[in-house]
């Protein structure tokens, strides 16, 4: 907008010349030129309007054809000019106007020419002090927007610096906090014999399926083993769950501040381009629509308040990880609880769960066999139904087509007579039977369908308790005889 303003004023000064220079302007050469005499007074050319034309002007008017020109001849003169006698333009001459009024035409075409090229003149200035103006003004602004992108950079390069000097503390607190973490499990070494065997069974019960992925007994006692374990170590684990949700923590401000800090270093980046960039730079396009704002931008004030957030974050979880280690020094285990009764009743637990299962695939096994059967009796239902609308349709085919012979009959002969109406009521009456065999071949046939369906449930749940009574019993008793024994939990 600087630039339009400042065209305008450029064309409003430079339109209004000083009578010094409008005098300074050539006028036009025909009519600065003299006959060639030596006298004071020029005497202007030929072709141009004599002393002796100023006459007054006489009323023009069309000759008779009688008079020295009546026969096209010419006699004009001082004297004729005087009397108003002038060349006739009539059916023998081809004349039109006298010498005076040709060079009073001759000095009109030269002033107006005149007046174009002074005009042009003035066009000239005017357009060469307005470029000289606009790209002055140009100049200015394009180095107080260079000025305002380099004190831009200059606020991103410092934001940028204190990003990467907190990112740096955060990541040697995570090693640090990384260290904590395993001194912590080589604690838990003694431990982690009972927890594991309870661990990886709940794993492997994790792979039953549908159904028998259920919270029944055997995890129930699990659960409480694994409790057991926890309580022997319960400061030491509260911390170590500490340790995870602080080393989480840390991470997060930490990703937060890598991606804060990236973002930076791209605007920087842009900004350095920006700056460095010249009129005579090679890179240089014409961008469309460059011009907008976009709605998610961010204004200066929630620009620094963003990266103080971030920054104060990671300060905090830096803070509250240092105290966090400084706790961990004064966490000892001083007791070992037994584990052997809560490994027996894992034990009855999981015999008493085995038997059940059993019990429940022998029911459903013999459920499927009685399913099997009365699908049997199911698909003999549906054969004799679709058999049974095959022998009605040869009835229907019939009734009809003796309607429809019976329509061929001529004149009073198509009477609606008693067979008309019978083979009418035979016709709806065998599509009424038609309808309510097909309407329970409907049914007998969603009924088989029913009974697949039940049929691939009932084999589902029996391949579901197979693989429950395969983790349990093939698997999960196996892994219990491997539990530790006192003298083990006892450390000996």
Known sequence: MSI????HNCLVETSHLDSQQTAKMQSSPAMDRGDGCGDNIEKPPLYLPQPEDDYPSK???????????????????????ITGLRAV??????????PSEWRAYNLNIFQQSNEKIFDAQVTINNAKECV????AAADKTQLETTEHLKTRANV????????????????????????ERRRIQRSLLI???PESIANEFLQLRSFRLESDLVRDNVEEQLMKEIALCCEIRNLLNRTYEQVETQMIELKTVKARMENDWSDKLHTYNIDSLCVNLTNDSPLLLWKAGVTRIPADQSTPMSYDEFTREALA??????????????????????SVKDLRDQATCVDIALMENVRVTQDCLQQLEKELLRCLNELGNTEKLIEELRDSTKGLNNAMKLAQTRLDNRLNRWNIESCRDAPQFALIEEVKSLGERTSAILTELKRAEESQAKLVETRAILEHEIMIKRKTLYIDKERGQV??????????????
């Open 479 to 492: 892994l219990r005889s491997f539990f530790p024994s006192n003298t083990d939990l006892s450390g000996f």
């Open 313 to 334: 974050a990671g300060e905090n979880a830096r803070e509250r990880s240092i105290n966090l280690r400084a706790t961990l020094n004064k966490i000892y285990i001083n």
């Open 156 to 179: 991103v390069y410092r934001w940028k610096a204190e990003l990467e000097h907190a990112i740096d503390a955060n990541v040697e607190e995570i090693r640090l906090l990384e260290a």
């Open 4 to 7: 339009i303003s400042n065209e």
């Open 132 to 135: 000289k103006q606009t790209y």
């Open 191 to 193: 431990l982690t014999i």
């Open 89 to 98: 333009a009539d059916q023998y001459s081809i004349t039109r106007y006298g």
């Open 59 to 81: 009323p023009e008017c069309s000759m008779e054809p009688v008079g020295p020109c009546a026969t096209g001849c010419e006699t004009c003169s001082t004297k004729g000019g």
